[in-house]
């Protein structure tokens, strides 16, 4: 579970049903995550939240580059 900030002030996240599907890869010197996340107008989630939540289980900080590739239909399709 992670907070995230809304019009109202803050609400509870729970990321695992947001994620829809993710892989690690070892890079030479970083690891790469690729994830796709939900982001409907119901069902939607920050990956900056994602980020944060994982600084909060590992007591680490990270370096996040974030870039949105696609765009996908709720059937999963990609969206045109």
Known sequence: MQYAK???GYK???LKK???EYSLSEKS???DLE???SAGS???ANPNLVIKA???ATGEEFYADITREDLYNSDME???
């Open 6 to 8: 809304s019009k109202s």
């Open 12 to 14: 509870t996240v729970d």
């Open 18 to 20: 947001s994620i829809k």
């Open 29 to 31: 010197d970083f690891t």
């Open 35 to 37: 994830i796709t996340l």
């Open 42 to 44: 119901t069902d939607n």
């Open 54 to 56: 994982l600084e909060n």
């Open 78 to 80: 990609l969206f045109r």
